[in-house]
């Protein structure tokens, strides 16, 4: 069956690129890979891939577009036509558009977010090789996550998006956020791969993003990323913590421009066959933040 | 040292504030409850209306946060602004309130 692999990529607009380039290669400890234009082009050390992250100099912040990596090039024409008999329109971006990048097809989400599919990168391989590899390089920087792990947006109308990722995309939800009677849809978090989230959706504004998260291993390194934070006096959303949702171990805070990463650790394994875990909006504040059990206005509100 | 009159989420606060430190900060240290979100210009969530006072504004921010426009008539981010003087200002919420509690039509709704 045709397969989505996993989120490979996401584009940020940032507001001074080189203020930004320094912050993810220094602070978070990615490796820049490549220039075009106005964007800047970057891998984390233990990703195959040309880059997971660009960052485009822009007079605002947020999402460009983020995209998922499939598994042939017949899967990118399997899922091109389930998403147009879903009834969103799709175009094709042609090779080399950016760097290191082939043919991808993009469509626009229920919730305004612009999306790709692609099967086509460059592959750069890790420092650490694919033979006989060491288990971590001793040339990294920063808080040097795993990868790119997934991203969280905001919407106003969850249930349609939902229905398109699992119908036309094939991912299954493995974690929801309700109203007490079960009828509204306050949260949705999504999976194609074994992670407990690949992307996820709050209740929200059309078009925005929530934040970007890295894969690191374990708890230790989400508190060795605050510190590392902390040396660089980046301004913090939270504090180490642990979610309900997804049980993930957590950190947030956000970059030059304002847009807010987060460094993540464990979760759950997630398979086809689990039943989609409900949180209530009773419990919402323990579902989020699991120790604090209250949400914050900053979480809520601030986004790019 | 200026003083910063703050009107945020219905109240009238005073902070003292340093001339090399955003309001935004004198506010949280004085624990001041602020609207606070990215802190680096991006989010708008401390957006305010200066009402009176000189500031200068940190002009690398987000245009979704504060348009040109916006800095124009006098509104400012709190988190990336510096005080040049006494300074009154009042949040984006309290002041759409204000606004609308003004407005004869609003008020004609009410009675």
């Not at chain 1, 989120?7 to 607009?13: C, S």
């Not at chain 1, 650490?128 to 990294?140: D, F, K, M, R």
């Not at chain 1, 929200?204 to 374990?218: I, N, Q, S, T, W």
């Not at chain 2, 988190?79 to 039509?105: G, H, Q, V, W």
Request: net charge negative.
């Amino acid at each position: 069956m045709a397969k989505i692999m996993r989120m490979g990529r996401a584009e940020l607009k940032v507001l001074d690129l080189e203020k930004s380039v320094d912050y993810y290669t220094n602070v978070i400890g990615l490796e820049e890979t490549g220039r075009m234009g106005d964007s800047v082009y970057l891998k984390a050390w233990d990703e195959y891939d040309h880059h997971s992250l660009i960052l485009t100099k822009s007079n605002s912040a947020g999402l460009v577009h983020f995209g998922f990596k499939v598994e042939t090039e017949d899967d990118l024409a399997y899922f091109e036509n389930k998403i147009e008999e879903f009834g969103c329109t799709t175009t094709r971006i042609s090779n080399n558009t950016r760097l290191g990048e082939g043919e991808a097809v993009h469509f626009i989400l229920p919730t305004g977010h612009h999306c790709e599919l692609y099967h086509e990168i460059d592959f750069l391989g890790k420092k650490v090789g694919h033979i006989n590899p060491h288990p971590w390089s001793l040339e990294t920087k920063g808080i040097a996550p795993h990868s790119l792990d997934h991203i969280l947006l905001t919407g106003d109308d969850l249930k349609t998006v939902t229905r398109f990722f699992i119908e036309a995309l094939n991912f299954r939800q493995s974690e929801r956020i309700t109203t007490i009677d079960g009828e509204e849809l306050l949260g949705s978090f999504l999976f194609t791969s074994n992670k407990a989230h690949d992307l996820a959706f709050v209740k929200g504004p059309d078009a925005k993003l929530h934040h970007a998260g890295f894969h690191v291993d374990e708890l230790h390194d989400v508190f060795r990323a605050a510190d590392i934070l902390s040396m660089y006096e980046v301004p913090f959303d939270v504090t180490p913590t642990r979610h309900g949702l997804t049980r993930g171990k957590t950190i947030y805070f956000f970059d030059p421009s304002g847009n807010r990463n987060e460094a993540f650790a464990g979760g759950y394994y997630a398979f086809p066959d689990m039943p989609t875990v409900t949180w209530t909006e009773d419990k919402i504040g323990q579902g989020i933040f699991y120790h604090r059990r209250e949400l914050s206005e900053s979480f809520m509100k601030a986004l790019t | 040292m200026y003083k910063v009159t703050l009107k945020a989420r219905g109240q009238q606060f005073e902070v003292s504030c340093p001339p090399n430190v955003t309001p935004l900060r004198a506010a949280r240290d004085q624990f001041i409850p602020i609207p606070t979100g990215c802190q680096q210009g991006g989010c708008g969530m401390c957006k305010v209306k200066v009402l009176d006072g000189e500031y200068a504004q940190e002009l690398v921010r987000s245009h979704d946060a504060l348009s040109n426009e916006e800095l124009e008539n006098g509104y400012a981010l709190a988190c990336c602004m510096m005080p040049k003087s006494d300074l009154e200002i009042i949040t984006l919420e309290d002041y759409e309130k204000r606004k609308n509690e003004s407005n004869p039509a609003n008020l004609a709704e009410i009675k």
